[in-house]
C-alpha cells in the first residue's frame, strides 16, 4: 500500500521560497501523477499541480508563476518549491498522488507558517 | 475554473440515519465521453483524506457500502445511508474533468 510523507520547515520568511518533500513508500514513482495540494486552516482545498515521473507538470495558472514541482525517481520523492511567500500561503500543504483523475493516495500533511 | 458548490456546509444527522450532500457545478456537466468526472472525499481530523467515490457513483477501495454517490449533468450527491460515528467529518466533492483541478468548500457532517 502506498503511504506517503510530507517534510520540510514549518516556517518560511515572507518573500523567501517554500520548499517540501514528499517521499513514497510502499510502491514505484512512476505510476502516479504526483500532485500537492494546500488547505488554508479553516477553507478549502487547492490544488497546486501535478508532476508526472517523467517531469513532465500542469500548474494551477492562480500559482503558475511561483510553483516549481520536480520529481526525484531515484529517491521516490518529488518536491513543491513556492516562491516570493507571503502570509497568505500559510497553509497545510499535502502530498497526494492520483491516476490524472482521482485522488487515491494522500499525506497526512504538513503545515507551513509564513511569518517573520 | 469550474466551480463547485456544496450544501448544506454542515448537517447535523442522528446515529442511523440518512446524511445527504449536493455538489453543484457552475459551469457544464462534468461529463465526458461516458463518464462523470467527479470524486468524493472524506477529511477526519488528524486523518489524510480518503477517496470514497469517484466517477460520480464508484465506491473506493475498502468504502463501506453505505457510502453512495449518484448524480448526472451538474448536481450530484453523496450519501451515507445510516450514519456512524465514526463518520463525523468533512466531505468534499471534486471535480477532474479539467485542469485546474477543483474542489467544493467542504460539508462538515456532526452528529
Known amino acids: 500500500q502506498v503511504q506517503l510523507q510530507e517534510s520540510g520547515p514549518g516556517l518560511v520568511k515572507p518573500s523567501e521560497t517554500l520548499s517540501l518533500t514528499c517521499s513514497v513508500s510502499?510502491?514505484?514513482?512512476?505510476?502516479?501523477?504526483w500532485s500537492w495540494l494546500r488547505q488554508v486552516p479553516g477553507k478549502g482545498l487547492e490544488w497546486i499541480g501535478y508532476?508526472?515521473?517523467?517531469?513532465?507538470?500542469n500548474y494551477n495558472p492562480s500559482l503558475k508563476s511561483r510553483v516549481t514541482l520536480s520529481v526525484d525517481a531515484s529517491r521516490n520523492q518529488f518536491s513543491l518549491s513556492l516562491r516570493s511567500v507571503t502570509a497568505a500561503d500559510t497553509a497545510v500543504y499535502y502530498c497526494?498522488?492520483?491516476?490524472?483523475?482521482?485522488?487515491?493516495?494522500w499525506g497526512r500533511g504538513a503545515l507551513v507558517a509564513v511569518s517573520s | 475554473d469550474i466551480v463547485l458548490t456544496q450544501s448544506p456546509d454542515s448537517l447535523a444527522v442522528s446515529l442511523g440515519e440518512r446524511a445527504t450532500i449536493n455538489c453543484k457545478s457552475n459551469?457544464?456537466?462534468?461529463?465526458?465521453?461516458?463518464?462523470?468526472?467527479l470524486a468524493w472525499y472524506q477529511q477526519r481530523p488528524g486523518q489524510p483524506l480518503r477517496l470514497l467515490i469517484y466517477?460520480?457513483?464508484t465506491r473506493g477501495s475498502g468504502v463501506p457500502d453505505r457510502f453512495s454517490g449518484s448524480g448526472s449533468g451538474t448536481d450530484f450527491t453523496l450519501t451515507i445511508s445510516s450514519l456512524q460515528a465514526e463518520d463525523v467529518a468533512i466531505y468534499y466533492c471534486?471535480?477532474?474533468?479539467?485542469?485546474?483541478?477543483?474542489f467544493g468548500q467542504g460539508t462538515k457532517v456532526e452528529i
Open positions: 471534486q471535480q477532474y474533468l479539467s485542469t485546474p483541478w477543483t
Open positions: 510502499g510502491g514505484s514513482i512512476t505510476n502516479y501523477y
Open positions: 497526494a498522488g492520483s491516476n490524472r483523475f482521482y485522488f487515491d493516495v
Open positions: 508532476v508526472y515521473f517523467t517531469g513532465g507538470t
Open positions: 466517477w460520480a457513483s
Open positions: 459551469q457544464t456537466a462534468l461529463y465526458s465521453p461516458d463518464k462523470y468526472y
